[in-house]
């Protein structure tokens, strides 16, 4: 049996795998009083949540998987679990390669765990279920607990969107949406857990197309959010992540609403409209730009940040450069640079990827470079400026400080009594760090 003993998560990729982790672990407390350890060597069930959108992250998998092969032999009864993306794309075949696996589960799958955790015990044997069920699992998973100041909530599955170079639609099914009233729910126990801000999570957030139960009336993303406002304790709304083509003109003028926060991540992969296309985001880099100048025109101090993927079959130097130029010119703040990974099934990994490793490091790094200089121009203007800070807790680097996040998501420590965790301070900034900020009450 399994009752009362440990488990690890470990989690990789995006805020969707974080938010599912939480998941699994309620799952784990509610079936069987396990607790959570930091230390792998102690637990009875291991758990790797898992990221297929690069290639080095799918690795990684077996690389970690090989590591835990270590613990087994040396504890046989130790469980090892495989959930996310690549269970999902991989299935049964991950045992080939990994044959110290005993389950594997995919996103949708998560909440039928302790069911394959039982089927393991009783029939020695591995358990696999890696379906797309709708959306049934919100139906099994127990309520948070968490007392963070900080949540995530899950608003919507899976992606319809079938850009050439994406694996999501394949490891998370198609776009499906829970009620308005779920998602209602779940905020309410979160409030009266203390929580006061609410990150709304969705690999295409924006095309949120939920149902409002007593009626069956349709509710978009910008009427979840003045729904989520109407919450007297939850004192700010973010969102991760958006897509250009469901940004509409409602959701930009919902910016008016100071719960709102000013930061806005939105991906777009490049900046040249021929490398646009053969992705098929269905956007042009002007319909993107008249986007952003929209949201800044009601919110003129926003922080803009976004994705880009470099190298992409059939990039060439002047591709490359309208990328450039883009970020120049809309003077992102922070950002995400990856160089193309081809993913197995998807369109563009039967296009000749005729770009260099060599030449594709060459433009990645310059890319980097330039968002990090736009990252601390950006923060130094926030010098010997006042912010409104969230206080989320003690800081990593320095347990006597305490950190937060301003409105637009920037990062600043200070010293204040800790008392101050979960509350909303007025801090002066008095200097900027490379990726942070230093504050005084």
């Not at 930091?38 to 090989?66: H, W, Y």
């Not at 729904?227 to 973010?238: H, V």
């Not at 010997?384 to 206080?391: A, C, E, F, G, Y």
Request: net charge positive.
């Amino acid at each position: 049996m399994i009752d009362s003993k440990k488990y690890f998560i470990q989690t990789q990729g995006c805020q969707m795998n974080e938010y599912d982790s939480d998941k699994i672990s309620d799952l784990l407390k509610h079936h069987y009083n396990m607790s959570s350890t930091d230390n792998p060597l102690q637990a009875d069930l291991l758990i790797l949540n898992t990221c297929s959108i690069r290639e080095k992250a799918q690795e990684k998998v077996f690389s970690q998987l090989g590591r835990w092969r270590k613990i087994k032999e040396k504890k046989p009864n130790t469980l090892i679990a495989v959930g996310g993306c690549v269970a999902s794309q991989e299935g049964k075949n991950i045992q080939t390669r990994a044959p110290e696996v005993d389950i594997i589960f995919g996103p949708q799958t998560l909440h039928r765990l302790p069911k394959l955790i039982d089927n393991v015990i009783m029939d020695k044997a591995i358990s696999v279920d890696v379906e797309f069920p709708l959306i049934e699992k919100f139906d099994f998973l127990p309520q948070s607990t968490t007392s963070k100041v900080s949540a995530y909530v899950s608003i919507m599955e899976g992606c319809s969107k079938y850009c050439t170079f994406c694996v999501v639609p394949y490891t998370r099914g198609e776009e499906v949406s829970r009620s308005l009233d779920e998602i209602l729910y779940e905020v309410s126990n979160l409030s009266k857990n203390g929580v006061k801000e609410i990150i709304l999570l969705g690999q295409n957030v924006n095309a949120y197309r939920g149902v409002r139960k007593r009626d069956n009336k349709s509710i978009n993303f910008a009427e979840l959010i003045r729904y989520i406002s109407k919450f007297e304790n939850i004192e700010r709304i973010r969102h991760t992540t958006s897509h250009p083509i469901d940004f509409s003109d409602d959701l930009i003028h919902e910016y008016r609403n100071k719960k709102l926060c000013s930061n806005l991540h939105l991906p777009v992969q490049s900046g040249s409209d021929f490398i646009l296309s053969k992705m098929k985001r269905k956007h042009t880099s002007l319909e993107y730009k008249n986007l952003i100048r929209k949201v800044r025109s009601i919110r003129p101090e926003i922080s803009i940040t976004s994705d880009f993927i470099i190298g992409y079959p059939g990039e060439t130097e002047e591709h490359f450069q309208e990328t450039y130029k883009l970020i120049q010119n809309i003077g992102f703040d922070d950002g995400y640079s990856f160089i193309y990974s081809k993913r197995p099934g998807t369109p563009a990994s039967f296009e000749n990827d005729n770009v260099s490793l060599d030449e594709k490091k060459k433009r990645l790094s310059k890319i980097q470079e330039l968002i990090r200089n736009n990252s601390e121009i950006y923060l130094s203007k926030l010098v010997n400026s006042d912010q409104q800070v969230l206080v989320e807790g003690v800081s990593k680097k320095n347990n006597t400080e305490l950190y937060g996040r301003t409105n637009t998501n920037k990062t600043v420590h200070f010293k204040a009594p800790k008392s101050l965790i979960g509350k909303c301070v007025n801090l002066h900034i008095s200097k900027a760090n490379r990726s942070s900020l230093i504050g005084v009450l």
